[in-house]
């Protein structure tokens, strides 16, 4: 299957913002939840935000008001917006299309793109 393709990601100062982009096969979008997970260096990959076919949202508690999620069904593309940036936020930004379990969402092990690096300066 066709892979995601993420972009957006950049060099930016501590309180700055960035929007990320990715954009999905339209077979994978319309069916399902896309999320955000982001992983920074010797640290695990992490959620950051989902979001659900209807709309519905989720979001880590750190970037809880800071981090906004959002999907176009048109362009079979999901968007992060990010504001008031923190170097904490350092990471490689991936996005994912999980699947729903009694325990929570779960990713893809096969729907991994290439990622985005975001960097935040202090």
């Known amino acids: 299957q066709v892979q995601p393709v993420e972009s957006g990601g950049g060099l930016v100062q501590a309180g700055g913002s960035l929007r990320l982009s990715c954009a999905a096969s339209e077979s994978v979008f319309k069916l399902n939840a896309m999320g955000w997970y982001r992983q920074a260096p010797g640290k695990q990959r992490e959620m950051v935000a989902v979001?659900?076919?209807?709309?519905?949202?989720n979001y880590a508690d750190s970037v809880k008001g800071r981090f906004t999620i959002s999907r176009d069904n048109a362009k079979n593309t999901v968007y992060l917006q990010m504001n008031n940036l923190k170097p904490e936020d350092t990471a490689v930004y991936y996005c994912n299309a999980p699947t729903w379990t009694d325990y929570g969402f779960r990713t893809r092990d096969d729907y991994w793109g290439q990622g985005t690096q975001v960097t935040v300066s202090s």
């Open positions: 979001i659900t076919v209807g709309g519905s949202t």
